[in-house]
């Protein structure tokens, strides 16, 4: 898992209860996603992306990449498509890193967006509502009604679990779909909050999860 701090330094943990590992040189982005690949891409406060990548040995973000869409939110479908919400709170998406960004039919509204269970595209709203929407180019979006924390992020795994991100940063729940509940805060314990979070598998990130790095 992979996370952003407040100051926007990406922290990682090889676990989901494991302890987060600051990664050098990572300052200053707002979303971290981990195409199939392998590559980490970051999202910076001016809209665009960015790969992690060595660079004479040192581990560094390289771009922007071309790009006349801004987005401010970052995630990967299952099928390992780049996805993200532009400044109006619309999806768009592409296959590429280098290719440009494309709107999806009916968008609007969510301010994050990523794969669900069942083959659903999950999203939240500004105020931490949750939608679903049965295909992520041609869906429309539906609300889903789920007990507990409202969160301003959501997380998928490649078996199309979902975790949240709470509005504070601070929490991390399992959504259990079936019964509509929030459970489980899996970052509890811990004294990182974050500004976002995601799955990365199998990442060139250039750190040992073996030891912390200050």
């Known amino acids: 898992m992979v996370g952003v701090t407040h100051d926007g330094k990406m922290v990682i ?123 992520l180019i041609t869906g429309t979006w539906v609300t889903c009604k789920v007990k507990g924390p409202k969160m301003k992020q959501l997380i998928s795994y490649p078996n199309g679990d979902v975790l949240g991100l709470t509005t504070d940063g601070c929490g991390i729940y399992d959504l259990h779909f079936e019964e509509k509940e929030w459970e489980t805060n899996i970052n509890e314990g811990s004294d990182v909050c974050l500004i976002s979070a995601n799955i990365l598998l199998n990442p060139a990130i250039g750190v040992d999860l073996d030891h912390d790095v200050e």
């Open 13 to 135: 943990r090889d676990e989901e209860d494991g302890d987060w590992i600051n990664v050098p040189n990572s300052c200053c982005i707002t979303h971290v996603a981990g195409m199939k690949n392998g590559v980490v891409v970051g999202l910076k406060d001016d809209g665009y992306l960015y790969e992690w990548k060595s660079q004479g040995g040192v581990w560094q973000w390289v771009g922007p990449s071309p790009s006349t869409i801004k987005v401010m939110s970052l995630s990967i479908s299952s099928t390992g498509v780049l996805i993200a919400t532009d400044i109006k709170n619309r999806i768009v998406a592409k296959s590429q890193l280098e290719n440009e960004w494309t709107m999806l039919e009916n968008p609007c509204c969510v301010t994050s967006v990523t794969a669900g269970p069942y083959g659903l595209t999950m999203g939240v709203t500004r105020r931490g509502t949750l939608k679903k929407r049965e295909a």
